[in-house]
């Protein structure tokens, strides 16, 4: 069980707190992204790059992630579906599972670099995957931070991850974009209950614990606000392991389809679970450290 000394203990009590944020955003690394861009990322929890990769890099990519859905038995393990419904929502692990995303996007010079000049160090991949959000039938993410989930579910003991999603399809207003709270990222939010036995077989489809309460998320917004990046397929958000992030349902008649890398430090691999419970299955926490 987590003790005091743990600084990012969470679901420990039937009370939600506010923590300051232990672990610096970024590293004095070199790297492509200039210096306002890395502050930026600092300051924020997230960068945005419209348009990193190319229309015909893209159109391969999503074929591939389309065949994947098509084509994939729904009871293998890393494929979940929509709540109360059999359509596709993500598919898990595709670092291992795909040469194709493997080779034309989770070793990309132009992810890698940028993401090793702010982690500060080689890197593995922690997960991967991708997000279906059909049209009129996408639900919802709700706001969460992946580092809470990561470090009590998983044992990653610091803030040294981030995720990148790539927009397979045009991100726009009523498909459900991704949404980030500016700033959310220097403030930890222990949440409140206890996690229950095996709660990623429902946190996957509809996550009821570790997600903040009204009033942290008011908390968060006090000062700030909710941006949400949009642009054509092809473009690119990188945003910090602790960043307040979440999506709408989507109500419009195009998808919105995107890839996910989460690339941690090579000296901040997974430990045993930051409470009481087993390890989530490896299709969703990468146990065996691979730098990429």
């Not at 209950?193 to 614990?209: A, D, I, V, W």
């Not at 997974?270 to 990429?292: D, G, K, M, Q, S």
Request: aromatic share 10%; hydrophobic share 35%; net charge negative.
């Amino acid at each position: 069980m987590p003790t005091i000394t743990d600084p990012y203990h969470s679901r420990t009590s039937d009370k939600w707190q506010a923590a300051a944020r232990v672990d610096p955003v970024v590293a004095d690394a070199t790297g492509p992204l200039t210096t306002d861009e890395v502050w930026n990322y600092s300051h924020d929890g997230f960068l945005f790059a419209p348009e990193l990769f190319s229309q015909s890099e893209v159109d391969d990519l999503l074929a591939e992630a389309n065949a994947i859905a098509k084509t994939w038995p729904t009871g293998r393990p890393g494929i979940v579906k929509e709540p109360n419904s059999d359509v596709v929502r993500s598919v898990f692990r595709l670092h291992k599972l795909s040469d194709s995303f493997r080779e034309r996007f989770f070793s990309d010079a132009r992810i890698l670099d940028r993401v090793k000049q702010l982690i500060g160090s080689d890197v593995y991949i922690h997960q991967s995957r991708v997000n279906y959000k059909p049209a009129l039938d996408g639900k919802e993410f709700f706001w969460h931070s992946d580092f809470e989930t990561w470090h009590v579910e998983d044992g990653m003991p610091r803030m040294r991850a981030l995720s990148v999603s790539l927009f397979l399809t045009e991100s726009h207003e009523f498909n459900g974009p991704l949404m980030l709270i500016p700033g959310s990222h220097e403030t930890y939010i222990r949440c409140a209950g206890t996690t229950p036995e095996k709660h990623f077989e429902q946190s996957l489809r509809r996550q009821e614990y570790g997600v903040p309460t009204r009033e942290a998320l008011e908390l968060l917004m006090k000062d700030s606000h909710i941006v949400a990046p949009k642009g054509p397929a092809g473009s690119v958000v990188f945003f910090d392991c602790n960043t307040m992030h979440g999506s709408s349902g989507n109500l419009s008649p195009t998808p919105r389809i995107n890839l996910f890398a989460v690339y941690n430090c090579i000296e901040n691999a997974i430990v045993a679970p930051f409470c009481n419970l087993p390890p989530r299955p490896e299709y969703l926490a990468e146990r065996h450290v691979v730098p990429v």
